[in-house]
């Protein structure tokens, strides 16, 4: 007789279920920064027991087996780690987990759409031996999977959890496979294993499942031990034999192998408690032969006897369990026969309960699951300084994609200051699940740690908790970050290779971005942001979040299943109350016309007035004559979301700058670097100063969109630069020389190197040339008009240039009228300005000390189309630059790698 032998270990220790329980609480974090893992998976192992980290790392597990429990913390990028916890029933148990980066892992992991066909074939021989039943049961990602094939014998790893979904029995598993290994005399699994339970509204596929569950646990190791330790063997269809004289060959034949060889295995004397709770002890010196006669197979051990015929050998001649019979020692058993054919389509969690039944979910909860959605945005630099933009790339992830077009199409970015009020939000639209744009840091804004936040209004749904949060430091300008080293993260998927290994000064870097096709028969896109940072002048520095880290979809808690009272919105929403000139809401119809013509939206309002207009596609502020124009209307905007008790914080270890640093005008969201100095208007503008032409001319019109006319000169001059000393503002002349540490500490040299400032030819007298044009509102200025060097009338005062501001005059003034809504539609992606040296004439008068270099928020990659080739010039810095590159595949993958290029002089 051939026995198939199966070490079969899925190793967790659970010793109570459904008695006495506790909790248990704690806190992930990053090992090497020591930041919050937010959405890790922690649950007990072989269980459908588990939930997700928050946002700040913190997770609480209850209804937790007293005594010793076995808890896995899991993470995308970092080493699994298991714990074996003591959980006491009257006291809650704290924990702080640290994760380690797993190196291998995020360079191995690769979207391996297709391999071939020896793989293939692999596949299909590890699925038999794995699973059992493959018809029902089915591996999601198996290109996660390598096999290595020697003789007859066939091994497995996984670079990634297997995601099984298992029909028959109504039940996906999480599978971290530490070891498989298959041969003719029998095969091992090893590894650990979360269960989530699979949802339906169909009370009919429940019933099946309830059923299944209970014929997968007949007849099982679980069952027959339970059936030891409640001394009920018989009751429950089983008869246990053991050898008269060990080592002798069976008979086929029953009848005569238990006349010759096999006799009853006493059972009544074999238990003992052991020291731990609710931890028992079976005696088993002997191997025990199990016949369960409840159940028939047409492929019985004997000819004739039609029940399945099992054999357990205890190594070290016992077996743990706990009350429910689950062993807890099954690298010492091993299981024969019909036993052993239970693979993981027949596996059951360990709080599987006989007799359980399964919940029917309501078509509400199991749509809202169908139609997550969650948002990550990819930042170009670990830190900012006021005057800075904040440039970011928005990535949608949904748990359908098929469903992405059908749901939301606006996205809300809110910049959270520290006194947790939201100081700016973009409203921007989103196309094919990306988004892009960028804050314009105020030069006046506090130093301090602020808060990045995304969501949607259909996100709202399932909690705050769900949004993406991202702490951005802001530091003051006399302060650094201290360097620390790190090393470049690169995936195989994505590559990235340069014309040069090193750059000089002002130089061109040309960059090469292409998707591995190795080993793929499928075609394989990917969409991707692209950023550049000088590490001089941005140091090196841990980040908070990466889209390897915060893009996977969180489980939803099946407790309290979300309430859908927030729309899928795929446009700019107007809602309000119509109300007549007595002031209350009545029943009518208007009709909404926008400034510009795009249309005419008729609107008739409900009974008391309100209205809502859906899923338009306006721009910026936009205007909307209300036709008729009899009584008046009160719009309602949305309300702004709480935000968790605990926010993420991100510790930057800061330090003094020797020389300050300086807001450039080239980091400026409306840069022209590009372009030529002289600004085009639609009208002409005659000079007004009395001190002759002036050299420059800026209109009022092409700074409408800055918030100061300071911010406007620095950006569309580069010339000028604006520096703050943390107690006054000052714009500086290029000519003068850059100001040092001892400038700053003496106000009066700064102040030396402004040019003299005038408004409507008066001078300007008693405060900074940078604090007063800090304080005059753009849309108030008629033209600006500039001079350089002037000594004929202003002498020495005139030796930092001259600037005059004219206002515009009453009849320039717009009045608006009463009939006039003004509506607040999806913000513009903004455009990134780069430095182009070979368009731009060569200056020593300008420092170039950019900090983003470069910054491309959407790039399209395919992987049988050609190379995506990019470029950039390097500033005046040399030193190391640092390229980062995030994105996701077409299969839903996320990637993040990196590179360094030095700069010389």
């Known amino acids: 007789m051939k026995l198939c032998t199966l070490i079969f270990l899925f190793a967790g220790i659970a010793t109570c279920l459904f008695g006495q329980t506790g909790k248990l609480s704690g806190r992930v974090l990053d090992a ?16 459908t027991i588990g939930t997700s980290a928050n946002a ?3 997770f609480t597990l209850v ?26 029933e009257k006291t809650i148990s704290t924990i702080t987990i640290q994760l ?6 995020v360079s191995e992991v690769q979207v391996k759409a297709g391999r071939d066909k020896a793989w293939e074939k692999q596949l299909r021989r590890f699925e038999r031996v794995f699973l059992g039943n493959t018809s029902s049961c089915k591996i999601l990602n198996s ?12 091994t497995a790893n ?4 297997l995601e099984i979904e298992n029909r028959l029995l109504g039940y996906k598993l999480f599978f971290q496979l530490k070891k498989f290994g298959s041969s003719s005399t029998g095969f091992f699994i090893v590894g650990d294993v979360r269960f989530t339970e699979l949802e339906t509204a169909d009370a009919s596929t429940a019933l099946s499942w309830t059923k299944n569950r209970e014929q997968a646990y007949r007849g099982s190791v679980k069952h027959l031990m339970k059936s030891i330790l409640d001394k009920q063997i018989a009751r429950q269809g089983f008869s246990v034999y053991r050898d008269k004289i060990n080592g002798k060959l069976h008979n086929t034949n029953f009848t005569i192998d238990l006349q010759q060889n096999l006799i009853p295995y006493d059972t009544t004397a074999i238990v003992t408690a052991s020291s731990s ?13 199990v016949i369960y006669t409840n159940d028939f197979t047409q492929t019985s051990f004997y000819t004739d006897l039609p029940n399945p015929v099992s054999w357990l050998d205890a190594t070290n001649g016992y077996v743990l369990v706990n009350k429910e019979g689950t062993l807890l020692n099954p690298t010492q058993v091993i299981i024969a026969g019909t036993m052993a054919d239970a693979r993981v389509a027949s596996m059951l969690p360990l709080d599987y309960k006989p007799g359980s039944r399964i919940v029917i979910q309501s078509p509400t909860s199991l749509l809202a699951k169908k139609l997550q959605e969650k948002v990550y945005l990819h930042t170009d630099k670990p830190y900012y300084y006021p005057g800075d933009n904040i440039w970011f790339s928005a990535y949608m992830t949904y748990r359908t994609p098929g469903l992405m077009d059908t749901l939301s199409k606006v996205l809300y970015v809110d910049l959270i200051n520290v006194s947790r009020k939201t100081s700016k939000q973009l409203i921007l639209k989103l196309d094919s699940g990306r988004s892009a744009s960028a804050f314009k840091l105020p030069t006046t804004i506090a130093p301090g740690n602020y808060i990045l936040r995304a969501y949607t209004q259909w996100m709202r749904n399932y909690g705050i908790d769900q949004f993406f949060y991202k702490p951005i430091s802001i530091l003051p300008l006399d302060q650094g970050v201290v360097s620390t080293s790190s090393k470049a993260i690169s995936d195989a998927v994505l590559k990235i290779s340069f014309d040069k290994d090193i750059y000089k000064k002002r130089d061109k870097v040309n960059m090469v971005f292409s998707l591995d096709s190795t080993e793929q028969t499928d075609i394989m896109k990917g969409t991707f942001s692209v950023s550049v940072v000088d590490e001089t002048v941005a140091s090196p520095f841990g980040e908070s979040t990466s889209i390897k880290s915060n893009f996977e979809l969180p489980d939803l808690s099946q407790n309290t299943p979300p309430q859908l009272n927030f729309p899928i919105e795929t446009g700019i929403t107007i809602q309000g109350v119509y109300q007549d000139k007595k002031g209350k809401g009545k029943k009518t119809t208007f009709t909404l016309l926008p400034e510009n013509l795009g249309g005419i939206y008729p609107v008739t309002t409900g009974s008391v007035g309100q209205f809502s207009l859906t899923n338009l596609s306006i721009y910026d502020s936009t205007k909307f004559v209300v036709q008729p124009a009899d009584g008046k209307i009160r719009l309602f905007g949305n309300d702004v979301p709480e935000l968790p008790e605990n926010l993420p914080a991100f510790s930057l270890p800061q330090t003094p700058l020797k020389t300050p640093h300086v807001v450039y ?8 670097i590009l372009e030529a100095v002289t600004v085009s208007a639609k009208k002409i503008v005659k000079y007004e100063s009395s001190y002759g032409q002036p050299d420059q001319i800026i209109t009022g019109e092409s700074i409408e969109s800055y918030a100061t006319i300071a911010e406007a000169i620095a950006a569309k001059l580069p010339s000028y630069k604006l520096i703050y000393d943390q107690t006054n503002w000052y714009l500086i002349w290029a000519r003068a020389s850059v100001p040092t540490s001892t400038d700053i500490r003496t106000g009066s040299s700064l102040a030396s190197h402004e040019p003299t400032l005038y408004v409507n030819n008066v001078l300007v007298v008693g405060e900074t040339t940078g604090d007063r044009l800090m304080q005059l509102n753009p849309s108030l200025i008629d033209h600006i008009e500039l001079n350089g060097m002037i000594t004929s009338n202003q002498g020495a005062n005139g030796s930092s240039g001259l600037i005059n501001v004219f206002t515009k005059r009453t009849s320039e003034v717009n009045s608006k009228p009463l009939s006039v809504l003004k509506v607040r539609g999806f913000d513009r992606e903004v455009p990134f300005i780069s430095v182009n040296y070979e368009r731009l004439t060569p200056t020593t008068d300008i420092q170039d000390y950019r900090s983003t270099l470069y910054w491309n928020p959407r790039i399209n990659l395919t992987s049988t189309l050609p190379s995506a080739a990019l470029s950039f010039f390097t500033s005046d810095q040399t030193g190391t630059y640092r390229v980062v590159v995030e994105g996701i595949t077409n299969k839903g993958n996320a990637i993040r790698s990196e590179a360094r290029i030095s700069v010389i002089n």
């Open 32 to 47: 090497k920064t020591l930041q919050p893992l937010p959405f890790t998976n922690v649950y007990i192992n072989n269980t």
């Open 56 to 58: 700040s790392g913190e």
């Open 63 to 88: 209804n937790l087996p007293v005594g010793t429990t076995e808890i896995v913390f899991s993470f995308l990028g970092y080493i699994p780690q298991k714990q074996k916890i003591i959980v006491s």
């Open 100 to 105: 380690t980066p797993d190196a291998q892992q």
């Open 143 to 154: 290109w996660v999977l390598n096999f290595t094939e020697e003789a007859n014998s066939i």
């Open 158 to 161: 996984a670079s990634l959890p």
């Open 277 to 289: 709770v609710n931890e028992y002890r079976i005696s088993m010196k002997e191997k025990m032969e």
């Open 665 to 672: 005008s080239l980091d400026s969201l409306q840069a022209k």
